[in-house]
């Protein structure tokens, strides 16, 4: 027995050093493991996203930054826009289908776009935007303009870029050389500034013509469709914006 009792030290130390041995083990394991996948994240991050992913991320990264300066020293005070002679609606109604049609218009898309594709910008660009965004509370018209510039114009920019590449989804929403947004309406249809001068009757329609009277859109913002008929090239308005800070 003597023999035997002196050696269970050895034997449990011997257990103590195969059980140390194995946690670390184990722990090497996990910080391979994080490791990889930290891996993966940052080339995911990295990644050009699909259009899905895009829309997404544009929306929690870049749309959701939106920030009210709160602070009344910098709100800005300016007066209000002046309507005279100024084309507006004079009602509004509801867009009774409008869950019918966007349903169409997607099930039509995702039918015609290679939706696994990656080409648009990568979740690091559009973080590294909402930042920017998020540094720049909305206190005035000019950095409203400057967020909606960047987190709804030029995503929309993007994505009509991109679908127009592919032949299908162009002829299905007939989407030509793509869209643009201008701030002036002389941005339509080869209309030089001269000839608007020179047309702009002194008495106002009273059914309001843009091709005779464009300066009484006077619009904050104008998203133009450009056509690609090359031979009558056309620049067509589609919807005007105006810039209102939220306070």
Same mark, same amino acid.
């Given at each position: 027995?003597?023999?035997?009792?002196?050696?269970?030290?050895?034997?449990? %130390?011997?257990?103590?050093? /195969?059980?140390?041995?194995?946690?670390?083990?184990?722990?090497? $394991?996990? &910080?391979?493991? *994080?490791? +990889?996948?930290?891996?993966?994240?940052?080339?995911?991050?990295?990644?050009?996203?699909?259009?899905?992913?895009?829309?997404?991320?544009?929306?929690?990264?870049?749309?959701?930054?939106?920030?009210?300066?709160?602070?009344?020293?910098?709100?800005?005070?300016?007066?209000?826009?002046?309507?005279?002679?100024?084309?507006?609606?004079?009602?509004?109604?509801?867009?009774?289908?409008?869950? %019918?049609?966007?349903?169409? /218009?997607?099930?039509?898309?995702?039918?015609?776009?290679?939706? $696994?594709? &990656?080409?648009? *910008?990568? +979740?690091?660009?559009?973080?590294?935007?909402?930042?920017?965004?998020?540094?720049?509370?909305?206190?005035?018209?000019?950095?409203?303009?400057?967020?909606?510039?960047?987190?709804?114009?030029?995503?929309?920019?993007?994505?009509?870029?991109?679908?127009?590449?592919?032949?299908?989804?162009?002829?299905?929403?007939?989407?030509?050389?793509?869209?643009?947004?201008?701030?002036?309406?002389?941005?339509?249809?080869?209309?030089?500034?001269?000839?608007?001068?020179?047309?702009?009757?002194?008495?106002?329609?009273?059914?309001?013509?843009?091709?005779?009277?464009?300066?009484?859109?006077?619009?904050?913002?104008?998203?133009?469709?450009?056509?690609?008929?090359?031979?009558?090239?056309?620049?067509?308005?589609?919807?005007?914006?105006?810039?209102?800070?939220?306070?």
């Amino acid at each position: 027995m003597g023999p035997l009792l002196t050696s269970i030290p050895h034997i449990i %130390d011997g257990s103590l050093r /195969i059980e140390e041995l194995a946690r670390l083990l184990r722990e090497a $394991e996990q &910080r391979a493991k *994080e490791k +990889r996948q930290r891996a993966r994240a940052s080339e995911e991050q990295a990644r050009l996203t699909t259009l899905d992913k895009y829309i997404a991320v544009c929306y929690t990264s870049v749309f959701s930054r939106f920030a009210i300066e709160t602070d009344p020293k910098l709100i800005s005070r300016g007066s209000i826009t002046n309507t005279r002679d100024k084309w507006c609606p004079k009602n509004l109604k509801p867009w009774a289908d409008f869950l %019918d049609q966007q349903k169409f /218009i997607f099930g039509t898309l995702y039918d015609t776009f290679p939706t $696994e594709i &990656r080409v648009f *910008e990568n +979740r690091n660009f559009l973080a590294g935007l909402g930042n920017s965004i998020s540094q720049r509370p909305i206190a005035d018209e000019k950095t409203l303009e400057y967020f909606l510039h960047n987190s709804v114009e030029d995503p929309v920019r993007a994505i009509i870029q991109q679908l127009k590449q592919v032949e299908e989804v162009s002829r299905a929403f007939q989407i030509g050389d793509g869209v643009v947004f201008e701030n002036h309406p002389h941005a339509l249809s080869d209309v030089p500034e001269e000839v608007v001068d020179r047309e702009t009757p002194l008495v106002p329609p009273r059914t309001p013509d843009h091709r005779r009277d464009l300066k009484q859109l006077r619009p904050d913002q104008i998203c133009v469709y450009r056509s690609d008929n090359t031979l009558s090239f056309q620049r067509i308005m589609i919807y005007v914006s105006e810039y209102k800070p939220p306070h």
